[in-house]
């Protein structure tokens, strides 16, 4: 028997009209078994009820994952899902008032993705597919249109610490609220004292869209910290024009503080870890009274909570103060990003922790917490001197902010007008090189290269007193790729990787059964070896002369039963030659390091920062990057091709020069395109 109720009634009304309405926005949800949960607290909420009776309303319902997520009491939430507006994805403004007492906002979002637009309702993602459907209420003579939103998560307004909703609060009132609210275990009376007392209350009262970084009490130790808290630092933890929630927020995005004026620059960006979300303040430029430049990382411990003006999150502790040295930032916090190799420092190194702690400059690349989980990495753990040779390799002495590091990119020159040979760590004959990759869109991208382990700096310029951190995805000196893959990411390899794509050269060197040693040129080698050889250099980017290009690449490839280090071979035979077995037949060197260069020698290299040369055919060749380790051997970038003039014979008209310019460009865009 079908039943009479007011929603049967209101489909024959509906019917009669003339306007068509193959279901209610009541049975919509009381009929999808996603929306059971949400479902139920309509029916328990009188006023819900009328609403869908008689108003135009947008509904927005979690899915019942979304509430087995919540944990917590629901009551008195529904309210907060539904507006008393109709408004499709597309008519969706800033903001929607909620039918919550007070009316509080639902601030809406929109993020480009690769799958389109999405769209967020404070930290909620609508569900676009499950959405906009669209029913019609008539009362009396009106028709009232109620629109239907499906969200992933449950929207969670401000509570007090009875469960009970309160009015709708200004982040100031939140502040000042804060006692009666319920914010865990979290305090922040400190703060609040530090705002009242640099008479900043209408930063936080002001009308409009802001997020506002709130720290919490225990991020105000030691007892020096709260007195830097003044009027430029608060400025710092407020981000107008935007109301920033942590799933639509992209991360490294910077977002302008209230203390980015003429005297100061500081800006605000997110950043994502594993199941936890940081916040970094970068003072670009400081004033007088805050000259120190550089970042300053904090956990957001509780995020998301939505105020009548923006967003509030509670931060782990103050921005833009730096008062702790390096060692303190890895000893912070237990749960920090980078808390896994601090760990390990002190498990394997305590003398590299006190080495740290005594530099007065210093800069520390840490891994990050993932990165210390990688398999290849867990298992060299397992060797406790090789572990304390790679946490040496993390660490200079010297202070390196990022526009320094990228001053002494591979791609740029000293002021001497040499190009940069890399930075000495505190491992022995172990340096650092770095390079500046151009994203597509303008964005650069910092790598740093250790052990022939090539890292992406993830988060730069972590301030300290004494130093900087920046915390990079991968562990220096754990190889993780093979020689082939290393030569197709590495950014200066980029021609010998490309030469060597021809007749299948490249396919070798991915074998796990066998070690290479090869000696491979970078890009700066090709280009002196055009001006020595032009002609063969034209023949070599041919065609049909594929096979020419192989013999000299084999050349420079050595296949034994282990990869030789730029010391092994030094051992071998102490100035004498050496012979190596070659892909093409054998190879024939002198090795000596940089203190043994002949003065009186003018072939001789002078001493730079380079630690080792090779002699080949007369020549001494400087190794420009040694022992750069891979999982199948060890590569050795040097500066001069293997090259003689006859490798390539070239008659007649053939003997034109040309500029090996376009043939880089070729390089490049297909390496692009891989």
Known sequence: MLSTGPITVLLVVLAATGIHATQTMDAKIRDDPDLSQFYQLLEASPVANSTLMYRHVTVFAPTNRAFQKYNRTTNNLVLYHMANMPKTLENLGDSISSELEGNPPLWVTRRQSTRGEEVYINNAKIL??????????????????????????????????????????????FLNQSEKLDLGVHRVRTFRQRVIKERKQEDFKADGRYTFLIPVEEGFKPIPRPEKVDHLVIDGHVIPNHVLFTSPTPDNVPYKTLAFTDNAKVTVSFLKQNDKVYVKSNTLMGDASHPMTGVVLAEIVKANIPVR???????????????????????????????KFYQTIRDFGDEIMGSISQLRNVTLFAPSNAALEEPGVQKILQDKERVKEILNLHYVKERLPLDKIKNKSVNQKSLDGKPHVGVQTAADRKKLYFNVVQGPSGNQTVTVEGGGVNATVVTANIAATNGFIHII?????????????????????????????????????????????YFAPRDYAWNVAEVTYPSTLKKLFMPEFSYHTKQILERHLVVGNEPYTMAKLKEMKHNETIILPSVRDTLKLRVRENNE?????????????????????????????????????????????????????????????????????????????L
């Open 128 to 173: 676009t597919e499950q959405s906009n459907f669209e029913s019609k209420v008539i009362v009396g003579s009106d028709v009232k249109t109620q629109i239907l939103h499906v969200i992933n998560e449950v929207l969670e307004p401000v509570r007090s610490n009875s469960a009970e909703m309160i009015s709708s609060p200004n982040a100031y009132e």
């Open 473 to 517: 995805d991968r562990v220096l000196g754990v190889p993780y790729t093979d020689v082939l893959n290393k030569l197709r990411t590495d950014p200066m390899l980029n021609t010998t990787y490309y030469l060597g794509q021809r007749r299948d050269f490249n396919n070798q060197l991915n074998e796990t059964k066998k070690w290479f040693t």
């Open 309 to 339: 003006n923006g967003v509030v999150h509670l931060i782990q502790r103050p921005l833009m103060v730096v008062d702790t040295t390096v060692k303190d930032f890895l000893e912070e916090k237990e749960d920090g990003p980078v808390y």
């Open 597 to 673: 260069n002949d003065k009186h020698d003018e072939n001789a290299i002078r001493p730079e920062t380079f630690d080792y040369q090779i002699e080949w055919d007369g020549e001494w060749i400087r190794v420009f990057r040694p022992d750069v380790e891979c999982t199948n051997g060890i590569i050795h970038v040097i500066d001069k091709v293997f090259l003689k003039d006859s490798d390539v014979r070239v008659k007649g008209s053939d003997a034109s020069v040309i500029s090996l310019a376009p043939h880089l460009i070729m390089v490049l865009v297909a390496k692009w395109l």
